[in-house]
């Protein structure tokens, strides 16, 4: 099962920010939070991940709080093509391969 | 950099036959993991390959395998085909080592009929 829980769905203006929030309140030391979106027909998009510290890329930031149990990703200028179902994944860091557990998410409708 | 190709995108097969899905991961790539998506269950993982062999398998019945070939490329196999493995059949390749993201291909699509 998931360990972590998204509203299922949210709207955005184009052109604002979009934040999307994720609750692990579980998450052990050692478990990442990785963030994908799906849009329709596609696979997975591989977004961002972080395990203690915020992090930015050129799609999104991750903001992690300080006890670890929730995030928020910010889409700061959404777009259409950003509608997508978005998933916060929880992920042990180990050695090998760890699968990734997909909860259902949270539908994300970018309205102009 | 090409990312993850699977092929074929579209399939159609009646119950009872077998079928074979293929997918070729982003270069340098050694890890192939198996991804089912439906309506109703969701993503749920098949199985993991790195190096060519098996690292990780969800649960799933034994009607579903797969390999890994030397250059890394994944195949997968579903014999005696339900209505039941209608379904979104994604690959996602990594580098197979720790933290490092998934990448999807955008997967193959099978119809039972």
């Known amino acids: 099962d998931a360990k972590t829980t998204q509203p299922p769905s949210m709207d955005c203006a184009e052109g604002r920010a979009a934040n999307l929030p994720c609750n692990h309140s579980?998450?052990?030391?050692?478990?990442?939070v990785y963030w994908y979106r799906q849009i329709h027909s596609q696979g997975p998009q591989y977004i961002i991940h972080?395990?203690?510290n915020n992090e930015t890329n050129e799609m999104a930031s991750l903001i992690i709080t300080e006890d670890r149990k929730s995030s928020t990703l910010i889409l700061p200028h959404a777009t259409l093509r950003d509608t997508a179902v978005y998933y916060c994944?929880?992920?042990?860091?180990?050695?090998?391969?760890?699968?990734?557990?997909f909860g259902k998410g949270t539908r994300l409708s970018v309205i102009a | 950099k090409a990312g993850v190709t699977q092929t074929p995108r579209y399939l159609i097969k009646t119950r009872g036959q077998q079928v074979t899905l293929s997918c070729s991961p982003i270069s340098g790539h050694r890890s192939v993991s198996w991804y089912q998506q439906t309506p109703g269950q969701g993503l749920q993982f098949l199985f993991e390959?790195?190096?060519?062999?098996?690292?990780n398998k969800g649960n799933f019945p034994g009607r579903f395998s797969g390999r890994q070939f030397s250059n890394s490329r994944s195949e997968m196999n579903v014999s005696t085909l339900e209505l039941g493995d209608s379904a979104l059949y994604l690959c996602?390749?990594?580098?197979?080592?720790?933290?490092?993201?998934?990448?999807f291909g955008d997967g193959t699509r099978l119809s039972i009929l």
């Open positions: 579980t998450i052990s030391g050692n478990e990442y």
């Open positions: 994944i929880v992920r042990v860091a180990d050695s090998g391969n760890t699968p990734l557990v």
């Open positions: 996602a390749s990594s580098v197979g080592q720790t933290n490092q993201p998934q990448h």
């Open positions: 390959y790195f190096s060519e062999t098996q690292r």
């Open positions: 972080g395990l203690k």
